[in-house]
């Protein structure tokens, strides 16, 4: 079956010009953060969801309302607490004495961007009020189920310097997150301009510049990119080597894996590196891509054993190490 690049490339480099809008009218509000903006625009064109660890004060608040306007959707702030029930997320039943029955009150969770703030803040039993959330884009209040707006996106934020009273994300609900990013601190130059802005009293106003009529175009293009069974091949075997790093030839990295990634990041992985070919305006998937992409993908779906804690290896260096070993087609 032949396939017509040349088209393709066509509605990519134009699908991603609106991307690229997105992206210029975010920088007049957040400064730097380049490749966190990247990443969210990759998990917005997948369908996929964001979990953030960074310390507080580095605009992760700020970036998503940004790009709810930008975006022209509906966004909620939802500050996990210790004390917060999942019904304080998905809604519930009210009754209604005067008319003898039920109503139904949905929550906050019904929106098109979300903020989970803080979200192991929460136990887990809250957390897991995001599963069938964030897995189906529905929620079940009572006996009925409710379809989520689309598009339907959660970034949820976690604060690696505080663990007191906090509870850690259960595996399930982790591996239902995209992406896991590390947000760090601005480079002097960037962190000036925050200042001189702050201190100039300057409010910079952006503009809508996507509809979800257009993010769903731009999904239905992405869709559209050509994915070789070579590069299919190759993402397998970079998820693959984190479940068997000996059949991969890295048996030095056997005693530091305890778990490797499922099934779940040969698909993401795979999304999101067509997603990284559409905003570099590409109607094809290369190997770099893959490479791009793997370490936001796969970082907090491989757990490592004590003994790789012990040595204070990082699931970044575990991955960075069978990127470069794993065979490039």
Same mark, same amino acid.
């Given at each position: 079956m032949?396939?017509?690049?040349?088209?393709?490339q066509?509605? &990519?480099?134009?699908?991603?010009?609106?991307?690229?809008?997105?992206? !210029?009218?975010?920088r007049?509000v957040?400064?730097?953060?380049?490749h966190?903006? #990247?990443r $969210?625009?990759?998990?917005?064109l997948?369908?996929g969801?964001?979990l953030?660890?960074?310390v507080?004060?580095?605009a992760k608040?700020t970036?998503?309302? @940004?790009?709810?306007?930008? *975006?022209?959707? !509906?966004?909620?702030?939802?500050?996990?607490?210790?004390?917060? $029930?999942? !019904?304080?997320l998905?809604?519930?039943?009210?009754?209604q004495?005067?008319?003898?029955?039920?109503s139904?009150? =949905?929550?906050p969770l019904? +929106?098109n961007?979300?903020?989970?703030d803080?979200?192991?803040r929460a136990? #887990? =039993?809250?957390?897991?009020? *995001?599963?069938?959330?964030?897995?189906?884009?529905?929620? @079940?209040?009572?006996?009925?189920?409710? %379809?989520?707006?689309e598009?339907f996106f959660?970034m +949820?934020t976690?604060? %690696?310097?505080?663990q007191?009273?906090t509870?850690?994300?259960?595996e399930?609900?982790?591996?239902?997150?995209?992406m896991k990013?590390?947000?760090?601190y601005? =480079?002097?130059?960037?962190?000036?301009q925050v200042?001189?802005?702050? /201190?100039g009293?300057?409010?910079?106003?952006?503009?809508p510049?996507?509809?979800?009529?257009?993010?769903?175009a731009?999904?239905?293009?992405?869709g559209?990119?050509? &994915?070789?069974?070579?590069?299919k091949?190759?993402?397998?075997? &970079?998820?693959? +080597? @984190?479940?068997?790093p000996?059949?991969?030839?890295?048996?030095?990295?056997?005693? $530091?894996?305890?778990?490797? +990634? #499922?099934?779940?990041?040969s698909?993401y992985l795979?999304?999101?590196?067509?997603a990284q070919a559409?905003? =570099?305006?590409?109607g094809?998937?290369?190997?770099?891509?893959?490479?791009d992409i793997?370490?936001?993908?796969l970082r907090?779906?491989? /757990?490592?054993t004590?003994?790789?804690?012990a040595?204070? &290896?990082m699931?970044?260096?575990v991955?960075?190490?069978?990127?470069? #070993?794993?065979?490039?087609?």
């Open positions: 032949s396939v017509d690049i040349t088209g393709i066509a509605r &990519v480099v134009e699908h991603a010009a609106l991307l690229e809008r997105v992206r !210029s009218e975010i007049k957040v400064v730097g953060q380049e966190l903006v #990247s $969210l625009l990759v998990a917005l997948c369908g969801h964001v953030l660890e960074g507080p004060g580095l608040t970036l998503i309302k @940004t790009l709810a306007r930008v *975006l022209k959707v !509906s966004f909620q702030r939802i500050q996990f607490t210790p004390d917060l $029930l999942p !019904s304080d998905i809604g519930t039943l009210i009754y004495p005067a008319k003898g029955e039920f139904t009150k =949905k929550g019904f +929106a961007l979300v903020l989970a803080e979200i192991n136990p #887990s =039993k809250v957390q897991s009020a *995001l599963l069938e959330a964030m897995q189906e884009h529905q929620v @079940t209040i009572g006996d009925e189920t409710f %379809p989520l707006p598009p959660v +949820a976690q604060n %690696p310097i505080e007191e009273g509870y850690p994300l259960p399930a609900q982790v591996d239902r997150f995209m990013l590390l947000v760090t601005l =480079k002097p130059e960037d962190e000036f200042v001189d802005r702050a /201190l009293g300057l409010v910079p106003r952006v503009e510049v996507l509809s979800p009529a257009e993010l769903e731009a999904r239905q293009t992405l559209l990119i050509v &994915v070789d069974d070579k590069i091949k190759y993402v397998v075997a &970079v998820v693959t +080597a @984190t479940r068997d000996a059949a991969a030839g890295l048996k030095d990295l056997v005693p $530091l894996i305890e778990y490797g +990634a #499922s099934p779940r990041a698909l795979a999304q999101a590196a067509r559409f905003l =570099k305006g590409r094809y998937v290369l190997p770099q891509d893959v490479k793997a370490q936001d993908v907090h779906r491989v /757990l490592l004590y003994e790789a804690e040595e204070e &290896v699931a970044d260096q991955v960075e190490k069978i990127l470069a #070993s794993v065979p490039v087609p």
